[in-house]
């Protein structure tokens, strides 16, 4: 029962049976499934509740499979709205009711999100059959104009759900139905229990043709339709950001094995796509994501929502990544000890202090006093701090390697080793990459190899700065060895690993050396002294191997670049200029970009991949399209059009002003 609502979330006695009739079975989800041509089919759902609607439809999906296994549907994405989620515990006790559904609900559980921020949370599943499952949290009014939609209309089915209109009259309204409008591919069915006249006038307003049908059990009638109407015109925002897909068949190359060229390659071929992968060094991770202990945490700014929200979804998604591969038995070393960002001078107080307000859920965020926080660290400290409690280390060269071994097990990749990019040229069928004395026709290519970007004439003027940074092995001690929680401060110490600690990083812009320098060792260890004058830290010395630097990839808003590279040489014509209200931003067609991860690749990245792999196949974006604008590596030229102010004639230029 809801008491916000007085109605039930479902029907003990028939609820299941209830959901296959009215929306799989009058959505006529089999027959459709059976005629459609393309690999991706959307459901979604207005309340997603208990997620009985998503458990029938993707039992109903496995099935489908099983007697169709010559489909061409191959990916099936359900998107579901939430208002108010059920926590873990009430979820759990909920799917007890349906033991048929058991293997379904199991995963369910499993991976439900432990942290409910607003905004999407996707879950890739993989067993039994793959599905995808998108949960919206928070107003649908607010949510359903933030789905990035394609060309065309995203949704195929819609289950218009939730409670009864009597019951919640602020859900069912016209801007719902409006919005499920825009969404609607061209013959999008739809279905939903309730047979009320403003209902059905609605949907038919909003171009849904919309008739009566026979209800379930004693209730004598539902509605069922058809979208017939054209969606309206792109906005001026969707046509900024336009998505450009590749077309079925293609494949796709990808430079650079990082963490992001990795997880790239790890989403691409999850969808079935042929990916090659080319790196210069002779291994994977062997640059800045090949360090053995790296923190991972959310950014989180509560003068910056966009910032926020996109870290948390980050944070989340890393989490339910190393879950998905120890679930095939591939673990990665890591530990969520959990993690305490120090107040250690007046900045980071005022910074704590403003994150302490903001209203983050506690089991992402906490502030603790001095003496919590040296009770939850292990060892004294000096200072209050905010505690994030799901947060940790994690061995990132690990990480690469073991999600690179996940995607090789498709088939469908082939790795590269010493295969250095020196140029690029595009033809009427994609590109030709010059590889040393190799030159390799690919239909797609993504750019993922960090600021060695630069090197390429069409992206030196991009907004990115290298970064060097050297982290720091130390030996642990009797004291420092208690230490059981990261902690932040202008820098970072991890607890022991194999009896060693790593502590770091410098920061120094345009370096690009990668040798070890004794001054930035010593400032490392300056910094923790500097910060906590404890006895644990007075001792510390420096192990055999003393450390690793690395250059990282840096942007000013901290947010990655994600999407199509510019074509700057069109981007600053005149002609654009003038038209720029009117056309797409110009870019490289078939050229991608994956870079500017700075220090937080191995939380960041995988996410954000995993929303370019979801651009290429025009499939559903994880992630609202305010955010998403956030990362289009367009978007520091489009702000100053939006403001009429004049472009950087280059990037050197565009950063001092």
Known sequence: MATDYDD???????????????????????????????????????????????????????????????????????????????????????????????????????????????????????????????????????????????????????????????????????KLFEGMAVLSAEDASLATFTAAGFVRRGLIEVGFDTQKAKGFGRKRD?????????????????????????????????????????????????????????????????????????????????????????????????????AQLAQQQLEVEHDYCGLLQLAYNEKSQAKNLNIAQAGYPKNLVYPVDKATASELAGVSLDDEALFYPHAGWVNAKQCVQTILKAAEQSGLLSVHYEHE???F????????????????QHNNIVF????????????????????????????TTPQLSKLSKVLCYEGYLTPANQQQHCIGASYIRNDLSLELKANEAK???????????????????????????????????????????????????????????EVNPPSYGGVFVAIGFGSRGICSAPFATELLAAQLCNEPIPLKQSTLNCVHPHRFWNRRLVKNRPLALNYREFKNR
């Not at 990916?275 to 202990?293: F, I, P, T």
């Not at 040229?425 to 390799?440: A, D, I, P, W």
């Not at 190899?449 to 090197?455: D, F, M, P, R």
């Open 8 to 174: 039930v979330y479902f029907s003990v006695d028939n609820g299941l049976a209830e959901s296959r009739y009215v929306f799989i079975e009058q959505n006529q989800l089999t027959e459709r499934w059976q005629n459609h041509q393309t690999a991706s089919y959307v459901i979604a759902e207005t309340g997603f509740g208990t997620g009985l609607n998503f458990l029938a439809a993707w039992q109903h999906y496995q099935q489908f499979l099983e007697t169709n296994p010559d489909t061409a549907l191959t990916r099936l994405h359900f998107i579901s709205f939430e208002k108010h989620p059920l926590s873990l515990n009430d979820l759990s006790q909920a799917l007890k009711q349906w033991p048929e559904l058991k293997e379904f609900g199991d995963q369910l559980i499993a991976f439900y999100p432990q942290i409910m921020t607003p905004g999407c949370h996707r879950i890739a599943f993989h067993h039994p059959v793959p599905i995808t499952l998108d949960i919206w949290i928070g107003d649908v009014h607010h949510n359903l104009p933030e789905v990035p939609n394609i060309s065309g209309g995203l949704v195929n089915s819609w289950f218009l759900d939730g409670f009864a209109p009597s019951k919640n009259p602020d859900m069912w309204t016209q």
């Open 222 to 322: 539902m509605l069922v339709g058809r979208f017939k109407q054209q969606t309206a015109p792109q906005s001026l925002n969707s046509r900024l950001y336009s998505r450009k897909g590749i077309r079925a068949g293609e494949d796709i190359a990808i430079i650079g094995a990082g963490i992001a060229g990795v997880s790239l390659a790890y989403a691409l071929v999850k969808r079935g796509i042929n990916v090659s992968l080319y790196e210069k060094n002779s291994a994977a991770a062997l640059e800045a994501s090949g360090n053995r202990q790296g923190a991972v945490y959310p950014l989180l700014s509560p003068n910056q929502p966009h910032v926020s929200e996109f870290f948390q979804h980050a944070f989340n998604y890393h989490h339910q990544v190393l």
């Open 421 to 423: 990019l020196s140029e």
């Open 425 to 440: 040229e595009l033809e009427n069928k994609g590109c030709r990459l010059h590889l040393g004395s190799q030159v390799k």
């Open 448 to 475: 993922c190899q960090s600021h060695h970007l630069l090197n390429l004439p069409q992206a030196e003027q991009l907004p990115i700065t290298p970064v060097r940074g050297q982290v720091s092995h130390i030996e």
């Open 523 to 581: 400032s490392n260890l300056k910094a923790i002294r500097k910060c906590q004058p404890q006895p644990w830290n007075e001792q510390l010395k420096l192990a055999n191997i003393p450390g690793r630097a690395a250059t990282r990839c840096a942007v000013r808003d901290h947010f990655p670049l994600i999407g199509q590279l510019p074509n700057l040489e069109q981007l600053f014509s005149e002609q654009y200029q003038q038209q720029w209200q």
